[in-house]
């Protein structure tokens, strides 16, 4: 079993960043990959970004591509959402996620964080 708490979430203003944090446990993390999705109000959850826990490839929509980085941590089983030039677009419930492989994490994860809130005013 999986648990994965997600942190970071907030009102911030278009052109500002924040950070959102991903703490995992319940199991050793020396493979698989993990990723944040988002869903905005009354349109479905979609794919933001998603990294090997080993190898620190990186995988993004375009949507996020030069704005967003994706970053883990392995000594602290966490993994990171930095988010910069933040739109009004950008407004959404973030998850993150976690399963044996990013093909797998990219598709239909086998487990979810309960989500944070970001909301960005313009």
């Known amino acids: 079993q999986v648990q994965l708490v997600e942190s970071g979430g907030g009102l911030v203003q278009a052109g500002d960043s924040l950070r959102l944090s991903c703490a995992a446990s319940g199991r050793t993390f020396s493979s698989g990959g993990m990723a944040w999705f988002r869903q905005a109000p009354g349109k479905e959850r979609e794919f933001v970004a998603a990294i090997g826990w080993s190898t620190g490839f990186t995988y993004y929509a375009d949507s996020v591509q030069d704005r967003f980085t994706i970053s883990r941590d392995n000594a602290k089983n966490t993994m990171y959402l930095q988010m910069n030039s933040l739109k009004p677009e950008d407004t959404a419930v973030y998850y993150c996620?976690?399963?044996?492989?990013?093909?797998?994490?990219?598709?239909?994860?086998?487990?979810w964080g309960q989500g944070t809130q970001v909301t960005v005013s313009s």
């Open positions: 996620a976690n399963d044996q492989s990013v093909r797998a994490v990219r598709a239909t994860p086998a487990y």
